[in-house]
């Protein structure tokens, strides 16, 4: 049984915890969060984050279950240094950099460290990647939601004065229906969709302020026409369990096309799945001595499943 650490506990951290138990060969042997471990429910043993360079030795794989605005370009070099490790960081902008940052780290430590591993970058870049495998003078375009996008709330939600914040990405549907059609590509995300931000703000906030800062928000708002509306305790607790997500890929060719589709009732329940058949994928890596900073498309897909998997009802 690999034994899988979870470094942060809010809704990413505890759908990936429950994705790890329900596979055959792992489970989830520590709980790492910032909060007191005491104000932490789990059936999970829970420890402070600080505790975690302690279990050096006894874990196979960390998910790193945290905010990719701030927290995972700190945490993500930091504990691939002494981890084999998974994070879902998706800021498409700054990829670059944080896998040099990563790389890095995971090189001078003899660790694997499988990054941006989600359904976008992730599911979504494998299928980009077939796409202009098989239709290499094709256009392509992807689109998101409609549905609530974690880590742009979680940007929002890191802003002085705000207490929460929930996103919406809703994509152009004359947009989409074209690129459908096969038309009207290239197509910027920027210009395919739109931001529905939906903030639960301190009453002193500077909410002027606030409403500016979002949407000049590099990697995430800015360039997207973007709406932001501030809302009362009452009126934001209707949007506070909403997590559902989807998008899809399109990629066409001379009346070809192809389309990947995603429907999601729970954004952080299938991340937290992907993230859970990725550890399985890093730690095969891991043995074979492949250390360093990789991508889903650098890995074999036969090793996100469990090793005994007959693979012959797949082909």
Same mark, same amino acid.
């Given at each position: 049984?690999?034994?899988?650490?979870?470094?942060?506990?809010?809704? /990413?951290?505890?759908?990936?915890?429950?994705?790890?138990?329900?596979?055959?060969?792992?489970? =989830?042997?520590?709980?790492?969060? &910032?909060? =007191? %471990?005491? *104000?932490?429910?789990? =059936?999970? %043993?829970?420890?402070?984050?600080r505790e975690l360079p302690a279990w050096a030795g006894r874990l196979d794989v960390v998910?790193?279950?945290?905010?990719?605005?701030?927290?995972a370009p700190r945490l993500a070099p930091e504990i691939a240094g002494r981890f084999h490790l998974v994070d879902a960081y998706d800021v498409h902008s700054g990829m670059r950099a944080h896998f040099a940052r990563v790389n890095a780290a995971a090189r001078a430590g003899n660790r694997t460290a499988l990054i941006c591993a989600g359904w976008d970058p992730g599911l979504f870049s494998l299928?980009?990647?077939?796409?202009?495998?098989?239709?290499? &003078?094709?256009? @392509?375009?992807?689109?998101?939601? %409609?549905?609530?996008?974690?880590?742009?709330?979680?940007?929002? $939600?890191?802003?002085?004065?705000? /207490?929460? #914040?929930r996103v919406y990405t809703l994509p152009d549907?004359?947009? /989409?229906? *074209?690129? &459908? $059609?096969? @038309? #009207?590509? =290239? /197509?910027?995300?920027?210009?395919?969709?739109?931001?529905?931000?939906?903030?639960l703000a301190k009453p002193d906030a500077p909410r002027e302020t606030i409403a500016r800062t979002i949407a000049g928000m590099e990697g995430y708002f800015a360039g997207t026409p973007t709406q932001v509306r501030f809302l009362s305790p009452e009126a934001f607790a209707a949007h506070r369990e909403k997590l559902h997500h989807g998008g899809s890929v399109l990629r066409s *060719?001379?009346?070809?096309?192809? @389309?990947?589709?995603?429907?999601?009732?729970?954004?952080?329940?299938?991340?937290?799945?992907?993230?859970?058949?990725?550890?399985?994928?890093?730690?095969?890596?891991?043995? &074979?001595?492949?250390?360093?900073?990789?991508?889903?498309?650098?890995?074999p897909p036969r090793d996100l499943l469990p090793p005994d998997t007959d693979v012959f009802p797949f082909l």
């Amino acid at each position: 049984m690999l034994q899988i650490g979870i470094y942060g506990y809010g809704n /990413l951290g505890q759908a990936a915890a429950r994705a790890v138990q329900a596979q055959p060969d792992m489970t =989830p042997a520590a709980v790492f969060t &910032r909060r =007191p %471990p005491s *104000q932490v429910s789990s =059936p999970f %043993p829970v420890f402070a984050a600080r505790e975690l360079p302690a279990w050096a030795g006894r874990l196979d794989v960390v998910l790193l279950c945290v905010g990719s605005v701030t927290d995972a370009p700190r945490l993500a070099p930091e504990i691939a240094g002494r981890f084999h490790l998974v994070d879902a960081y998706d800021v498409h902008s700054g990829m670059r950099a944080h896998f040099a940052r990563v790389n890095a780290a995971a090189r001078a430590g003899n660790r694997t460290a499988l990054i941006c591993a989600g359904w976008d970058p992730g599911l979504f870049s494998l299928f980009r990647l077939l796409g202009r495998a098989f239709l290499p &003078r094709g256009g @392509e375009c992807t689109f998101w939601g %409609p549905g609530v996008s974690q880590g742009h709330s979680q940007a929002v $939600r890191q802003l002085p004065g705000v /207490l929460d #914040a929930r996103v919406y990405t809703l994509p152009d549907p004359e947009a /989409l229906a *074209q690129a &459908r $059609r096969g @038309e #009207a590509y =290239p /197509l910027s995300p920027e210009k395919a969709h739109r931001r529905l931000c939906f903030v639960l703000a301190k009453p002193d906030a500077p909410r002027e302020t606030i409403a500016r800062t979002i949407a000049g928000m590099e990697g995430y708002f800015a360039g997207t026409p973007t709406q932001v509306r501030f809302l009362s305790p009452e009126a934001f607790a209707a949007h506070r369990e909403k997590l559902h997500h989807g998008g899809s890929v399109l990629r066409s *060719q001379a009346g070809q096309r192809m @389309e990947l589709k995603l429907t999601l009732s729970s954004n952080p329940a299938f991340t937290g799945a992907v993230l859970a058949a990725c550890a399985r994928a890093a730690a095969a890596a891991a043995r &074979r001595g492949q250390f360093g900073a990789l991508s889903l498309l650098d890995v074999p897909p036969r090793d996100l499943l469990p090793p005994d998997t007959d693979v012959f009802p797949f082909l």
